[in-house]
């Protein structure tokens, strides 16, 4: 991420159709935002197949895959970008692991959901891989604004 500080590395977060279904936005959403993460983009999609084949382009093959595209096209997704420091890994933390019960209590997945084909967010695995998907989703950018808090979660 040249040109960018730490502190503005950016990772794309969605909450899936059953998370939406469920009213779980809020909560999700306050989680990224109490950690001191600034949303710098989001939105209400209900994605096209083709749109959800291209962003998981790598699990294409797996037999999961053809499930995970019906669900994900089920519904609306709510789409989101946060930023701060340690953005993707501290994002994919606070998700917890891709199965539900393997996730530690305290993690979104470890509080809120049970089961790995219903696990209700998505987060970016890597800064590549985040800059892709921001891309992908976010054609448009992101909105770049001042931080007001900033100096009170940053030294
Ligand atoms: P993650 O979302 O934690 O990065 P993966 O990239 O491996 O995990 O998988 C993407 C999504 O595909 C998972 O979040 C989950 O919704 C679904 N998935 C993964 N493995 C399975 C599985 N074995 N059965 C059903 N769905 C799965």
Redesign the pocket.
Known sequence: MPNRPPNAERSFIMI?PDGVQRNLIGKIVGRFEDRGYKIVAMKMVHATTEHLEKH?A??KG???FP??IK??ASGPVCAFVIQGLDAVKTG?AM?G???PLASAVGTIRGDYCL?????IC??S?AVESAEHEIALWFPEGVIEYEDTEHAWIYE
């Open positions: 899936k998981y790598d699990l797996k037999p999961f499930g995970l669900y994900m994919r998700l692991a891709t199965n089961v790995t084909g219903r696990n998505h987060g695995d």
